[in-house]
């Protein structure tokens, strides 16, 4: 069974720093792009960044550049965000997402179940 | 950017018949179009993708249409356990963009 499990969220304070992991199993990790999107409360859903499948190239959204990081462990299976310079409107949940095939550019087939994060003083 | 606009926002629809939900592309995102349904507390479930594949297990009541910038997700007789939140995702530029959501309420 193809599972992602979140890890990592809680409460920080703004200009504060959080890292986010997310543990794969049941499929190849090393063969799929890896994407984050989050969802603020009682909000849609936001694109924030996606890594390749060897973890060569990153992509972000303009809202979170420069403030996060994605990668990944292929030997540990696990995805990563680091997230810095944290802001109120950086509050939400936070997917990992699988992509349905291998292109970088595809619809999202497995969610993780979420980690919440909420930046406030 | 490409700006996906649902309508409407809340669909009110009694069980059993049919409901309809729009989503529009700001330019065209060929067929590269996505629906998602996410009840409370969940992760988004994968419904729609291409813009009328259905993905592995959804209900063949299910169905999408359309393509370049008009989309549509169509519930031929809902059930109990449609009445949720549906988002649309284009994956066909960058940035990878999602509609603001269409909640479906029991009427």
């Known amino acids: 069974e193809v599972q992602l499990v979140e890890s990592g969220g809680g409460l920080v304070q703004p200009g504060g720093s959080l890292r986010l992991s997310c543990s794969v199993s049941?499929?190849?990790?090393?063969?799929?792009?890896m994407h984050w999107v989050r969802q603020a409360p009682g909000k849609g859903l936001e694109h924030i960044s996606a890594i390749s499948s060897n973890g060569g190239s990153t992509f972000y959204a303009d809202s979170v550049k420069g403030r996060f990081t994605i990668s990944r462990d292929i030997s540990k299976n696990t995805l990563y965000l680091q997230m810095s310079s944290l802001r109120a409107e950086d509050t939400a949940v936070y997917y990992c997402?699988?992509?349905?095939?291998?292109?970088?550019?595809?619809?999202?087939?497995?969610w993780g179940q979420g980690t919440m994060v909420t930046v406030s003083s | 950017e490409i700006v996906m606009t649902q309508s409407p926002a809340t669909l009110s629809v009694s069980p059993g018949e049919r409901a309809t939900l729009s989503c529009r592309a700001s330019?065209?995102?060929?067929?590269?179009l996505a629906w998602y349904q996410q009840k409370p507390g969940q992760a988004p479930r994968l419904l729609i993708y291409g813009a009328s594949t259905r993905a592995t297990g959804i209900p063949g009541r299910f169905s999408g249409s359309g393509s370049g910038t008009e989309f549509t997700l169509t519930i031929s007789s809902l059930q109990s356990e449609d009445f949720a939140v549906y988002h649309c995702h284009q994956y066909n530029n960058w940035p990878i963009t999602f509609g603001q959501g269409t909640r479906l309420e029991i009427k």
């Open positions: 330019q065209s995102v060929s067929s590269n």
């Open positions: 997402v699988k992509p349905l095939g291998r292109m970088i550019y595809d619809a999202f087939d497995i």
């Open positions: 049941g499929f190849t990790f090393s063969s799929y792009v």
